[in-house]
Structure formats: structure tokens, C-alpha cells
């Protein structure tokens, strides 16, 4: 393989690849966002199924890659810091879309059963993580037991979430509320859906060479600046990781797609939380939920709180709060915030 490829970067080579990687990762979201809502009407999955699972995997497609490379690079802490610290950043996205969406609070107007259920399935997939990491360290074939159950619990939870056709819950639709209904799209209204697909999956594409990069670019800087794998890969990559769903997030919302902004959200955490078990599969040095350490934990707890806010502001559905936010923006913030202070330190 060439020595770009295997070899450490130079460190101004590795800022200009990750700051160059997180702008494509941007422009490419943004697009991501219009076929999204254009493919959830064509398909007729709806916005919140079809931006958890199809839209879910393009956005998380950046983060596979990062954590994959991290693991199969040696660098346990940065593939698992950069799974959950994406989560948690992705869980923040919230923050940014609402105080977009100026008519209300945007936990009111995207009152959706299926997001409840995508954050429950979130909550039990980063729990069994958790148990995983305090568990004896067996694995088998080099992975351990719990990942092959992380997946088959996030497929599960996929065939219950489709088939919840006639929940017992139902949110109260009010003024303010935005039904997930068809509408025109513009000129992605008159192509073929054929067509749409594949300039979806070529954005995909991109988006995992991108991804790519920056885990090359982030092992460089925690050899060259001595900086923690835990804050490198919960902060700097989690913050790129966390980039498509955040832009898309916002552009959904722009569109008035405020269903598929939150679905995309806690979608795409649910597929990033199977990423410590591709990182698992992919790192060699025993089990990636073992090499998980101090930094790690602390960053999975603080995913998981947010992910409880977030399930509680979805519950709540406050019409109006400080600065245009509801409580649970006001908390997601500020347990972010706490959370970085912390790693920094």
C-alpha cells in the first residue's frame, strides 16, 4: 500500500485533511437533507422511519469509516471516543434545528411514535455497551458477545418500530403541529426515483472517504500534540462525525421537514452506537468495549443522559422556552458543555 495510506501524516498535512474533509462532509449533507425528504414521500416510508434507517446509515456512513479505521489503526480510544462522542455532539444537533425552527419548539411540532421509539432503542443499545465494557473479557474470534447482540437488538427494534402501525400513544396534534405529509419538492419532484437513489448512494460514497481521512488525520494529532484519545476522538471527531446530522437537521428543518430532523438525529445515534461493535470487529487487540477507559465510559453516560433529555422534551412537548428552547435544549447544552469541560481536564 502507499506510504500515505499506512504511514503517520505530517501535522499540517493532517489539520488541512480533517478541516477539508469536515467542509465536504458539510456540502455533502446539505444535498443529503433534500433527497432524504424527496425519497421518504416517494417511497412512502414517511419522514421518521425513512430519516432514521436510510438517511440514518448515509449520515452515519462518515463515522463507520472513522471508527473502523481508528480500530483496525491501533487506536481503540479514539474508534470508541469518536462512536459515543459523535452521539452525544448528533444529540446537540437537537439545539441547532430548534432554535431554526422559529414557530415553535421543535420537539412540539415533530411529535412522532416512532422517534420515541428510535431514543428507547438508542438507550438500550448504549446501555448494552456499557454492560459489555464491565462484562469478563471474552470474545469470540476476537469480538466480543455483544456485538453480534447489539445488532440483533438494533434489528429487532427496527421490524417492532416499522410494524407499530396502531401505537396506544398517540401524540395530540395541536396548531403548532407538523404532519409528516407528501409535497412537492421541486425539480427532485420530477426525476425518477431510480435516479435519486444513486445520486444519494454517490454522496454516501463521499461521505465514507471523508470520514476516512479524518480518523488518519486524528491519529496523527494525538501522536504529535500528546492530546488524550478520549478528548481527540469524543470532541474533535465527534463534532465532524456529528456535521450531517446537524446540517441536515437544520436543512430539514428549513424545508419544513421537522420530523425527518429529529428522525435523522436519533437515528443516525442508533447506528453510530453499532459502531463500537464494527469497531470491535475491527480492532485486533481483543475486545474494543475492554479498551474502553475511563474517558470512554464517562462520554457513554453522558450520551446516554442526553438521549433521556431528549426522550423527555419529545415527551413533554413544551410550546415555548428560554431563548426559543424548550428545557430540554437548555439541559442538552449544558450537559454537553459539562461533559467537555470534563474531558478537557
Not at 476476537?142 to 453480534?148: D, N, T, Y
Not at 491519529?219 to 446540517?247: D, H, K, Q, S
Not at 487487540?285 to 443522559?305: C, M, P, V
Amino acid at each position: 500500500m502507499p506510504a500515505f495510506v499506512t504511514q503517520p501524516w505530517p501535522l499540517g498535512w493532517a489539520v488541512a485533511f480533517f478541516l477539508l474533509a469536515a467542509v465536504f462532509t458539510v456540502v455533502c449533507s446539505i444535498r443529503l437533507a433534500g433527497l432524504g425528504d424527496a425519497l421518504a414521500d416517494r417511497t412512502g416510508w414517511g419522514e421518521a422511519f425513512f430519516g432514521a434507517v436510510f438517511f440514518g446509515v448515509a449520515s452515519s456512513l462518515s463515522g463507520i469509516a472513522m471508527t473502523g479505521a481508528s480500530a483496525v489503526g491501533g487506536q481503540p480510544g479514539l474508534a470508541y471516543s469518536n462512536a459515543v462522542g459523535g452521539i452525544a455532539v448528533q444529540t446537540l444537533a437537537i439545539v441547532a434545528a430548534d432554535a431554526a425552527y422559529r414557530r415553535v419548539n421543535l420537539e412540539h411540532a415533530a411529535a412522532s411514535v416512532r422517534n420515541l421509539l428510535f431514543g428507547c432503542l438508542l438507550i438500550v443499545l448504549l446501555c448494552t455497551a456499557l454492560m459489555a465494557s464491565f462484562s469478563p473479557e471474552v470474545t469470540v474470534l476476537g469480538v466480543h458477545p455483544a456485538s453480534a447482540a447489539m445488532a440483533a437488538l438494533y434489528l429487532g427494534g427496527l421490524r417492532l418500530i416499522r410494524k407499530q402501525e396502531e401505537p396506544m400513544w398517540r401524540a395530540v396534534p395541536t396548531r403548532e403541529t407538523k404532519p409528516d405529509l407528501p409535497e412537492d419538492h421541486g425539480r427532485l419532484s420530477r426525476r425518477g426515483t431510480a435516479s435519486l437513489w444513486a445520486e444519494f448512494a454517490v454522496i454516501a460514497a463521499v461521505v465514507i472517504v471523508g470520514g476516512w481521512a479524518i480518523a488518519r488525520a486524528a491519529e496523527t494529532l494525538v501522536t504529535a500534540t500528546g492530546l488524550r484519545a478520549g478528548f481527540v476522538g469524543g470532541i474533535f471527531m465527534g463534532l465532524v462525525n456529528a456535521l450531517p446530522e446537524t446540517v441536515t437537521a437544520i436543512a430539514a428543518v428549513r424545508r419544513g421537514a421537522v420530523t425527518l430532523a429529529i428522525a435523522a438525529v436519533i437515528g443516525g445515534n442508533s447506528l453510530d452506537a453499532l459502531n463500537l461493535a464494527i469497531g470491535d470487529a475491527a480492532f485486533r487487540g481483543g475486545s474494543l468495549f475492554h479498551a474502553a477507559g475511563t474517558d470512554q465510559l464517562f462520554l457513554t453516560a453522558a450520551a446516554l443522559l442526553m438521549t433521556a433529555v431528549l426522550l423527555g422534551g419529545l415527551l413533554v412537548r413544551q410550546r415555548k422556552g428560554w431563548w426559543r428552547l424548550g428545557f430540554d435544549g437548555i439541559m442538552l447544552a449544558l450537559i454537553y458543555a459539562t461533559a467537555v469541560v470534563s474531558l478537557a481536564f
